[in-house]
C-alpha cells in the first residue's frame, strides 16, 4: 500500500485522529475526527463523509441548535490593549 503524498510540499500523508473546532455565529465546536496529516508541512485532508459532518454542525450552531450539544465552558473576546 502506497503512502499518500501532500499536494502541496511533497510530504508523507499519515492518518490520524485530530481535533477540529468548528465555528458558527459566535458559537464554537470542538470536534475529533479522523484526517490525513502531512508528516512535513502539517496541511489536513478530510473525507468527504468528514466535511460534511463538519458543515452540518456549523450549519447548526448557526441556526443556534445546540440542544445536542456538551457545554465545556464559556469564551470571552478581549478588546486589543494596543489600541
Not at 502541496?8 to 475529533?32: F, H, P, S, T, W
Not at 448557526?62 to 489600541?83: E, F, L, W
Amino acid at each position: 500500500m502506497l503512502t499518500p503524498i501532500c499536494p502541496l510540499c511533497g510530504g508523507q500523508v499519515v492518518e490520524k485522529e485530530v481535533e477540529k473546532i468548528v465555528k458558527g455565529g459566535n458559537d464554537v465546536a470542538i470536534l475529533r475526527v479522523k484526517a490525513g496529516v502531512c508528516e512535513k508541512c502539517g496541511e489536513r485532508f478530510y473525507t468527504k463523509e468528514v466535511h460534511k459532518k463538519i458543515e452540518y454542525i456549523r450549519s447548526e450552531l448557526k441556526q443556534k441548535a445546540t440542544k445536542m450539544y456538551k457545554p465545556i465552558g464559556r469564551t470571552y473576546a478581549y478588546k486589543s490593549v494596543i489600541d
